[in-house]
């Protein structure tokens, strides 16, 4: 059996040219399957990792081949191999293809060993912006917001801290969106004191679920923020993609308004959801507001006309081949990926954006006081600044943003276009994190609608931990989740919060038999030995959901359910061999890993109950913030907790 390499026989796969050459299927018994492979000039084929072995033979050309963090240089005649899940991708930055045969098999030793070495930990990022798109201050938070980006970005942004790894949290109060500014309208007041009284609740609410802010941005307590932003708007005005053009535009004559985002609604013309102005929340699709259907105006309710308006408008389609480049080595949740990659592949192109709009709520630019910056504009020149502040103040790191796939568009294309046309990607963020919504009674929450439990009566109802935890619990990750109103109003009551306090609570009965001190380990029994092991496994799990790409905030809370399982589990089976005068060196070590469990859980369960884990720190003698071992040590022999159990009433 021979094969001949042969371009015509090849197809587009991994962003290069593969050809099938041997394997099982022609072959049987063979252990290997190959292909032969080319890279065209002047391209990168797709980073990616596998569980085979691989070898790259070089039959012709040059190119760069980079596994993990290190590039090698490859010509004619060279091999390499690739260890299983390691990321690899080849460069051809010559002007002929590159040539290769690749040969893999399945190890599965050698991509078990590779899993090992490939610990978690060792992933995560340095140092960590995370960043949320600010809430827009037209109302309170309800609990759609604190479980969509902003309790899930706390869970991470904590988690990630007692792991050693610094983690400013960033965000804000949306002041200027148009949302602000028609909640005026519609009760009689002003932008600015809606705006100022919503913005203050909303950080109330975010302090009292134990968010923990690094950076609060309030542009409209800000005196210097119109003067910065206008700066970023001079720059990105001298971008040859911004243009000036006068558009038909949607406009309610009776209020002598110019539509669009809040002001405007009508039905979505791709998906005939019921949208507002310029995106749909529903498919995530752009639009201009007077290509809704039925467009009317959210004032009054009058059928819009038309009238020409000029502004500034930003060519977005300039910088598609940039956006795919950003695409490409940028980590974002697989359904924002989808919904970019739908706007990249569009036949008509990404739609120009106006950057200005007719209103006297915003920041102003140039002459014409009716002239403002646009809210969403407004809002990722606000997020650039931010972090390049930021970076200027505390120095590089990764950037995180967490929000909802709603404004996947602002933050994905809009976002890095600007910074584009600004020459500011440094400061874009290194990986995106989603979130869908969260329904209530089988309908989205909404702050304009009215339709919402709001956070602030939760918070005031129950423990904040506990709320924090059935949210968490509840993400709406990667799917819309729906919760009943009896539910959301009862969100205290958590299993996992109940099983917690109870296994904790189970502390006391321990120290009144067996003394108050934490013994030293003696000798061990299999069944002791595994529940060690179960502790430094389920670590490794956690850790493992700490990468953005792999970001679960559900998954967390179900790992921390199965350790609490897992140490109840202990206590019952080890509670007989606690009264056998033989055991005694296996009795002292089964008290030690009961007090090291608790300390497990502490660091565990604090980027989820931060209030319940302190407690459990200074019950154990330990600082306020937990850190995150990667090998558990044992509590010292001798320690001797504050209170026979840690419970609110002993702390």
């Given at each position: 059996?021979?094969?001949?390499?042969?371009?015509?026989?090849?197809?587009?796969?991994?962003?290069?040219?593969?050809?099938?050459?041997?394997?099982?299927?022609?072959?049987?018994?063979?252990?290997?399957?190959?292909?032969?492979?080319?890279?065209?000039?002047?391209?990168?084929?797709?980073?990616?990792?596998?569980?085979?072995?691989?070898?790259?033979?070089?039959?012709?050309?040059?190119?760069?081949?980079?596994?993990?963090?290190?590039e090698r240089t490859l010509g004619k005649g060279e091999a390499?191999?690739?260890?299983?899940?390691?990321?690899?991708?080849?460069?051809?930055?010559?002007?002929?293809?590159?040539?290769?045969?690749?040969?893999?098999?399945?190890?599965?030793?050698?991509?078990?060993?590779?899993?090992?070495?490939?610990?978690?930990?060792?992933?995560?990022?340095?140092?960590?912006?995370?960043?949320?798109?600010?809430?827009?201050?037209?109302?309170?938070?309800?609990?759609?917001?604190?479980?969509?980006?902003?309790?899930?970005?706390?869970?991470?942004?904590?988690?990630?801290?007692?792991?050693?790894r610094p983690a400013r949290y960033v965000t804000g109060t949306?002041?200027?969106?148009?949302?602000?500014?028609?909640?005026?309208?519609?009760?009689?007041?002003?932008?600015?004191?809606?705006?100022?009284?919503?913005?203050?609740?909303?950080?109330?609410?975010?302090?009292?679920?134990?968010?923990?802010?690094?950076?609060?941005?309030?542009?409209?307590?800000?005196?210097?923020?119109?003067?910065?932003?206008?700066?970023?708007?001079?720059?990105?005005?001298?971008?040859?993609?911004?243009?000036?053009?006068?558009?038909?535009?949607?406009?309610?004559?009776?209020?002598?308004?110019?539509?669009?985002?809040?002001?405007?609604?009508?039905?979505?013309?791709?998906?005939?959801?019921?949208?507002?102005?310029?995106?749909?929340?529903?498919?995530?699709?752009?639009?201009?507001?007077?290509?809704?259907?039925?467009?009317?105006?959210?004032?009054?309710?009058?059928?819009?006309?038309?009238?020409?308006?000029?502004?500034?408008?930003?060519?977005?389609?300039?910088?598609?081949?940039?956006?795919?480049?950003?695409?490409?080595?940028?980590?974002?949740?697989?359904?924002?990926?989808?919904?970019?990659?739908?706007?990249?592949?569009?036949?008509?192109?990404?739609?120009?954006?106006?950057?200005?709009?007719?209103?006297?709520?915003?920041?102003?630019?140039?002459?014409?006081?009716?002239?403002?910056?646009?809210?969403?504009?407004?809002?990722?020149?606000?997020?650039?600044?931010?972090?390049?502040?930021?970076?200027?103040?505390?120095?590089?790191?990764?950037?995180?943003?967490?929000?909802?796939?709603?404004?996947?568009?602002?933050?994905?294309?809009?976002?890095?276009?600007?910074?584009?046309?600004?020459?500011?990607?440094?400061?874009?963020?290194?990986?995106?994190?989603?979130?869908?919504?969260?329904?209530?009674?089988?309908?989205?929450?909404?702050?304009?609608?009215?339709?919402?439990?709001?956070?602030?009566?939760?918070?005031?109802?129950?423990?904040?931990?506990?709320?924090?935890?059935?949210?968490?619990?509840?993400?709406?990750?990667?799917?819309?989740?729906?919760?009943?109103?009896?539910?959301?109003?009862?969100?205290?009551?958590?299993?996992?919060?109940?099983?917690?306090?109870?296994?904790?609570?189970?502390?006391?009965?321990?120290?009144?038999?067996?003394?108050?001190?934490?013994?030293?380990?003696?000798?061990?029994?299999?069944?002791?030995?595994?529940?060690?092991?179960?502790?430094?496994?389920?670590?490794?799990?956690?850790?493992?959901?700490?990468?953005?790409?792999?970001?679960?905030?559900?998954?967390?809370?179900?790992?921390?359910?199965?350790?609490?399982?897992?140490?109840?589990?202990?206590?019952?089976?080890?509670?007989?061999?606690?009264?056998?005068?033989?055991?005694?060196?296996?009795?002292?070590?089964?008290?030690?890993?009961?007090?090291?469990?608790?300390?497990?859980?502490?660091?565990?369960?604090?980027?989820?109950l931060p209030g319940l884990a302190e407690r459990v720190q200074?019950?154990?003698?330990?600082?306020?913030?937990?850190?995150?071992?990667?090998?558990?040590?044992?509590?010292?022999?001798?320690?001797?907790?504050?209170?026979?159990?840690?419970?609110?009433?002993?702390?």
């Open positions: 059996m021979t094969r001949r390499f042969d371009r015509d026989l090849m197809t587009w796969s991994y962003e290069m040219n593969l050809q099938s050459l041997l394997s099982g299927e022609d072959i049987p018994g063979l252990p290997f399957g190959s292909v032969f492979g080319s890279v065209p000039a002047r391209s990168t084929s797709k980073r990616h990792s596998h569980q085979d072995g691989e070898v790259f033979f070089v039959l012709e050309g040059e190119a760069v081949v980079r596994i993990g963090d290190e390499v191999y690739l260890t299983p899940f390691t990321f690899h991708e080849i460069r051809n930055e010559s002007d002929e293809p590159f040539d290769l045969i690749s040969v893999y098999w399945d190890n599965p030793q050698a991509a078990a060993t590779a899993l090992d070495e490939l610990h978690p930990r060792g992933q995560l990022p340095q140092s960590v912006r995370v960043f949320c798109p600010p809430p827009t201050p037209n109302g309170g938070l309800h609990l759609g917001h604190l479980a969509g980006p902003y309790v899930r970005a706390d869970l991470f942004a904590r988690a990630l801290r007692s792991a050693g949306d002041d200027h969106q148009s949302y602000v500014a028609a909640a005026a309208r519609l009760t009689g007041s002003t932008p600015a004191a809606v705006s100022g009284e919503q913005g203050d609740r909303i950080v109330r609410t975010l302090r009292a679920a134990g968010v923990d802010l690094a950076r609060t941005v309030r542009p409209g307590t800000d005196p210097q923020h119109a003067h910065r932003i206008r700066d970023w708007f001079d720059r990105l005005a001298a971008s040859p993609a911004v243009r000036v053009r006068t558009e038909p535009t949607a406009y309610c004559a009776d209020c002598d308004l110019s539509l669009f985002q809040a002001f405007a609604r009508g039905t979505c013309p791709s998906c005939h959801a019921s949208s507002d102005g310029e995106i749909c929340e529903a498919c995530a699709r752009p639009n201009q507001a007077r290509e809704l259907v039925d467009v009317r105006c959210r004032i009054c309710g009058g059928a819009a006309v038309e009238r020409e308006e000029t502004g500034l408008w930003l060519d977005l389609g300039q910088y598609t081949g940039q956006l795919r480049a950003f695409l490409t080595r940028t980590t974002l949740s697989p359904d924002l990926r989808d919904v970019v990659e739908r706007l990249l592949d569009d036949p008509l192109g990404l739609p120009p954006y106006r950057l200005t709009r007719t209103t006297t709520w915003g920041v102003p630019v140039g002459d014409d006081p009716a002239q403002r910056l646009d809210a969403w504009a407004d809002l990722a020149l606000t997020f650039l600044d931010a972090n390049r502040t930021e970076t200027q103040e505390h120095g590089p790191a990764d950037t995180a943003l967490f929000l909802g796939l709603d404004n996947g568009f602002y933050y994905a294309v809009l976002l890095p276009a600007l910074a584009f046309a600004t020459s500011t990607e440094e400061y874009l963020p290194t990986s995106y994190v989603t979130n869908r919504f969260l329904h209530l009674d089988g309908a989205k929450f909404s702050t304009s609608r009215g339709h919402a439990v709001w956070a602030d009566d939760a918070l005031a109802g129950a423990d904040p931990d506990a709320v924090r935890l059935a949210l968490l619990r509840t993400a709406p990750e990667g799917r819309e989740t729906t919760v009943s109103r009896a539910t959301a109003e009862a969100c205290g009551d958590d299993p996992l919060y109940r099983a917690a306090h109870a296994w904790l609570g189970g502390f006391a009965a321990l120290a009144e038999r067996h003394g108050p001190q934490v013994p030293g380990t003696g000798a061990w029994t299999d069944a002791q030995r595994e529940f060690y092991r179960s502790l430094q496994s389920v670590t490794q799990q956690l850790d493992g959901l700490l990468l953005p790409a792999a970001f679960s905030a559900r998954g967390y809370v179900r790992l921390l359910d199965a350790l609490v399982a897992r140490a109840e589990e202990f206590r019952a089976t080890e509670e007989p061999l606690r009264h056998l005068r033989s055991q005694a060196e296996e009795i002292r070590t089964s008290l030690a890993l009961e007090y090291l469990a608790a300390k497990v859980f502490a660091a565990l369960a604090w980027p989820v200074r019950w154990l003698g330990l600082p306020a913030v937990p850190e995150r071992e990667t090998a558990w040590t044992f509590l010292p022999s001798g320690t001797t907790p504050a209170s026979p159990a840690p419970t609110e009433e002993s702390i």
